[in-house]
Every structure is written in C-alpha cells, then in structure tokens.
C-alpha cells in the first residue's frame, strides 16, 4: 500500500507505521477539523478572559 487515510489515533497511526512503513498517511478531514475546532475554541475562551 502507497497510501493511508486514517483519523489521527496514535493507535492507527502506529500501526500503519509499523505494517506499511513506505506508505503515506494522510489524516481524514473531519477528524482534522474537529481538531482545529476544539484549538479554535480554547484560544477564544482565553482570550474573552483576558477581556474581561
């Protein structure tokens, strides 16, 4: 396998590491943005604090 799409499990990741070690891995969108959304949302609450 050349390429792998997974979410960002450290589980799959290590896996996918291990038993394919020349494939590439590309992390699903969803999961992604999921990622970015919860980062986004705790720089925001930190900074209406500051705010305040």
Do not use: Y
Not at 9 to 25: N, V
């Amino acid at each position: 396998m050349n390429e792998m799409s997974i979410d960002m499990s450290p589980a799959f990741i290590k896996g996918i590491e291990e038993s394919f070690p020349k494939a590439s891995i590309t992390f699903d969108k969803f999961h992604v943005m999921k990622w970015m959304n919860e980062a986004l949302d705790i720089t925001r609450r930190e900074e209406q604090v500051k705010k305040s």
